[in-house]
């Protein structure tokens, strides 16, 4: 299972793990062939402990395990990329990744582009919880699921509309427009964006059927 890899010295590669559904890095853990082998049977992430020096699952006692979707390595087979789905935060702070301290950059509230809609659902959630009188949100989810609905719709035809004028910037627009409405929606019904990009992923997969059945 281990060909082509390249363990350093200590036997020992090194294994970033991003979030398979928002796209965030997660952790960086060390994986001897075992762990490795371990993760590739099992589905679930195993490391190997340099402090403790012994295998570890992760979550084997938070119950916080990530649950592997894909296991790819670099070009040069000396580092690994595992691609999984998180069972509660992965960071034993509690926070959803390990990475949070920032060391140098930008001090506002930019986010990699993949990270956008699942930070603007939280915040949709928090107008959901704690409303506010001034929240547009909170007083869109108040008046009930119909005029959320009804909103989302209204969207739907103004970006129509854009699309016949040939107007990229309006279109720009009113589909930001329909996405945000949609995630007001997913609020109101008790969804979340994840339930979304696993429907997509579903129908992505059925590009692989065999031949004679019905595909994306």
Not at 87 to 106: I, M, N, R
Not at 177 to 182: A, G, M, Y
Request: charged share 25%.
């Amino acid at each position: 299972m281990a060909e082509g890899l390249k363990f350093d010295q200590a036997g020992l590669i090194p294994a970033v793990v991003q979030d398979a559904t928002s796209g965030r890095v997660l952790m960086l853990g060390y994986q001897d062939r075992e762990a490795l082998e371990r993760t590739l049977v099992s589905g679930r992430v195993w490391f190997y402990s340099r402090s403790r020096q012994r295998l570890w699952q992760k979550g084997e006692t938070s119950g916080h395990e990530l649950r592997v979707r894909q296991v790819v390595a670099d070009c040069d087979g000396d580092a690994l990329l595992i691609l999984a789905e998180p069972a509660g935060p992965t960071c034993h702070t509690g926070a959803e990744s390990c990475f949070f301290e920032k060391v140098a950059g930008a001090e506002d509230d930019w986010l990699p582009l993949s990270r956008v809609p699942e930070a603007l659902f939280r915040v949709i959630l928090d107008r959901q919880q704690n409303p506010r009188a001034e929240s547009y949100v909170a007083g869109l989810l108040a008046s009930g699921v119909d005029r959320v609905a009804q909103k989302l719709g209204e969207e739907a035809i103004e970006a129509v509309i854009a699309a016949k004028n040939d107007d990229r910037e309006a279109l720009v627009r009113e589909l930001a427009d329909l996405w945000f409405h949609s995630l007001v929606l997913m609020a109101a019904r008790g969804l979340r964006p994840a339930d979304v990009w696993a429907e997509l992923a579903r129908r992505h997969a059925a590009r692989t059927r065999p031949p004679g059945q019905k595909g994306v």
